[in-house]
């Protein structure tokens, strides 16, 4: 089986699958739902986690500044506004006639 693999746990593209730790889950929800409503992301860090989740859950394009709550057991609650931009990507092409 090769080593070239997404992890099955957390999704992480992984090049040498033993050597893969998967990083800690995190519960992220916006700050206006329930506790329960968390969604599970893997994530280094607080703030990596709540910029996946807003990669994951807007699907509308909208690009408005969103407020999110991350949590993990033994820390304490953040709150983090996200807010996202486009990038653009520039292609020459030669023009000859
Ligand atoms: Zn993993």
Not at 40 to 67: L, N, Q, R, V, W
């Amino acid at each position: 089986m090769s080593d070239l693999m997404d992890c099955e746990t957390c999704g992480a593209f992984t090049v040498y699958r033993r050597s893969h730790k998967c990083p800690p889950v995190w519960l992220v929800r916006y700050h206006d739902y329930a506790a329960d409503d968390a969604t599970e992301i893997y994530a280094h860090e607080a703030e990596e986690a709540a910029e996946k989740f807003i990669d994951e859950s807007e699907t509308d394009g909208c690009m408005e500044p969103d407020d999110v709550i991350v949590s993990r057991d033994g820390y304490e609650d953040k709150r983090f506004s996200v807010t996202g931009e486009y990038s653009v990507t520039w292609s020459a092409r030669e023009v000859t006639k």
